[in-house]
């Protein structure tokens, strides 16, 4: 509500300057008149662009933390000596655990969870401060020595700004979901350098499927990696040997490995919503419960520095065999309880990394005995520790494609391909006989979320909005008075309409509760646009009733302005709850269905 004017005086409240930024955004779109497909490729591809942006950003900042954390806290902690890495982490939780409890929760753990419950509980639309809360927090939490990967984040990251763009733009429930996955394949090919992958990671995890809009994810991944590349340079993560098969009686090791690997990731997934649930019945403020479990990350790294950060230089130095087997034996619980305590604790980070550092050291340790025992036809164990990478991570997401993808892409390696493929498989299968759900989509099923179930048929999603609109269109003139309303409610019973400024284009909506305190008051010749909403959520033309229902659902209204969706302001219908209701039992009718 606005102060408004003395009689006859019209006070008209300013719009937005985001909603004023958003109008003309869908003018110029409207007057650029493109194909439908040609503004969905270059909105995709915009999508992919800025998720590579906030990739290479993301990147420069938690070098910068990593900096500021180690190297600051050496200087300013020097009286400790070597144990100034205790106190690190805990520093790191300090910060992190206020910033998501009061600015967004959905920024704790490692990410993709939190955008899989917003693809199924709100049509992919996330809210546009969890990409900044994200970006501050798990930087903080990597850089302080967390146990986390950097994928997680950049997941979130891209895919909050997919939902943005959508939601800026207007998009259909379809559409967000798509440009959701845009970003997300986008922060995987620029974190990794794997646009391959990134855009299967998509389609096969959070999508759970191959969708008509595929080319559009891949186009998304495309543009992110090229500007990963353009900014960090062009070279794949892990430079390492071409291991190959020696002899074909390796074959034989391989499935044993698969077996190794799906246990293992069985075991990481199991402990770690295990301290996930040892924080979650704690007494320790939520807000604390980082810190400490910083400080025990703290005392692990005291010994093993090796778990700190994302782990990737120590992945690297086992793909070129400089790792030792003892430190590989004793590092492979302490990673796995190191990711747990930052993540369960409420840390902010990937799992993605963990699971390829804790297959590496199972596969590296795998293949120091068998090559200790048959060298002549096996290689070196980091072909092994590669092959266990692809397996763990494969079995603990359920998504060997991605797996097998992502290390060809990560090395630039293809020539052990065949062991590859076969362990992997043999871990995911492994994997299901524990579990039927993977590390992410657990984390739902605990939620009581149901991830990837085959749905039952939405009727509502099949409706157009057009079956429900009103006839005639009932809207009132931008000069007409609140007298002239009056009467309109007298005569008509209704107590919204919208209004419609002197190109018949809509200007706002008014309703009676708007205008009751000018009535009480006399003030009967004041101009309704001085009373009216500016900033007006709209239904568009090509919605379907699901849609709309999400819109009546998330702003609690009960009547919206039906819109035409290649010129927003052009009013075409009103809809309201009892007309969805009207629209759905004809269709119920019509289709032999009968009404609940």
Not at 345 to 354: D, E, N, T
Not at 374 to 402: D, E, H, K, N, R
Not at 482 to 498: N, S
Request: charged share 15%; glycine share 12%.
């Amino acid at each position: 509500m606005v102060d408004h004017a003395p009689t006859g005086v019209e006070m008209v409240q300013p719009l937005p300057w985001r909603r004023r930024l958003q109008l003309k955004t869908g003018d110029l779109l409207a007057r650029l008149r493109l194909p439908q497909p040609t503004t969905q490729v270059l909105v995709a591809i915009s999508v992919g662009i800025a998720t590579g942006l906030g990739a290479v950003g993301f990147i420069r900042l938690l070098q910068l933390c990593t900096a500021l954390f180690f190297d600051g806290g050496r200087w300013l902690f020097s009286g400790l000596g070597r144990y100034y890495v205790l106190v690190l982490p805990v520093l790191g939780g300090l910060l992190v655990g206020p910033l998501i409890v009061h600015f967004a929760r959905e920024a704790k753990g490692h990410g993709v969870p939190e955008v899989m419950s917003a693809l199924v509980l709100r049509g992919g639309r996330i809210r546009r401060r969890v990409a900044l809360v994200k970006i501050l927090a798990s930087a903080i939490t990597i850089g302080s020595g967390g146990s986390a990967g950097r994928e997680g984040p950049m997941i979130q990251i891209g895919s909050s700004i997919g939902s943005s763009v959508a939601q800026w733009l207007r998009m259909p429930t379809e559409r967000v979901r798509t440009l959701v996955a845009c970003g997300a394949a986008g922060g995987v090919a620029a974190t990794f350098n794997a646009p391959i992958a990134g855009a299967m990671f998509a389609l096969e995890v959070l999508l759970g499927q191959f969708t008509a809009d595929f080319s559009l994810v891949v186009l998304s991944a495309f543009a992110a990696a090229v500007v990963s590349r353009a900014m960090l340079g062009d070279f794949p993560a892990f430079a390492i040997p071409p291991w190959g098969l020696i002899s074909e009686k390796e074959l034989l090791f391989y499935p044993l490995l698969g077996v190794f690997s799906g246990l293992a990731a069985t075991a990481f997934v199991k402990i770690l919503y295990a301290f996930e649930d040892l924080f979650a019945r704690s007494r320790l403020p939520e807000f604390l419960q980082p810190a400490v479990g910083g400080l025990a990350v703290g005392g692990i790294g005291l010994f093993l520095p090796q778990v700190f950060g994302t782990g990737l230089p120590t992945m690297g130095q086992l793909l070129v065999m400089q790792v030792p087997v003892g430190t590989m034996l004793a590092l492979k619980p302490a990673k796995v309880l190191a990711t747990s305590l930052t993540l369960g604790s409420g840390g902010s980070g990937g799992v993605f990394a963990p699971c390829l550092f804790i297959g590496g050291l199972v596969g590296g340790t795998f293949g120091s005995l068998v090559h200790a025992l048959f060298p002549a036809f096996t290689a070196s164990y980091g072909a092994y520790a590669l092959v266990g990478m692809s397996a763990t991570f494969g079995a603990a997401a359920q998504a060997p494609i991605t797996a097998i993808l992502i290390l060809f892409e990560m090395t630039g390696d293809y020539h052990i391909i065949l062991p590859l493929m076969s362990t992997t498989i043999i871990a995911v299968l492994l994997y299901r006989e524990f579990s039927a759900k993977s590390i992410y989509t657990l984390k739902l099923e605990r939620q009581g979320i149901q991830y990837g179930a085959a749905p039952e048929r939405d009727l509502m999603a099949e409706i157009p909005v057009q079956e429900a609109l009103t006839h005639p269109l009932l809207a009132i003139p931008r000069e007409a008075t609140i007298q002239e309303l009056l009467r309109l409610v007298a005569k008509t019973g209704h107590e919204w309409f919208p209004v419609l400024d002197g190109h018949d284009e809509l200007a706002g909506v008014v309703t009676y509760r708007d205008v009751a305190k000018a009535v009480d008051e006399g003030r009967l010749e004041d101009q309704v646009l001085g009373y009216a909403t500016r900033d007006v959520v709209c239904a568009f033309s090509d919605d379907s009733l699901r849609e709309v229902l999400m819109k009546f659902h998330e702003r609690d209204l009960g009547h919206l302005p039906v819109v035409d969706s290649t010129n927003q302001k052009r009013l075409i219908g009103i809809i309201s709850r009892r007309h969805v209701i009207r629209a759905y039992n004809r269709a119920l009718a019509r289709w032999g269905i009968r009404s609940p």
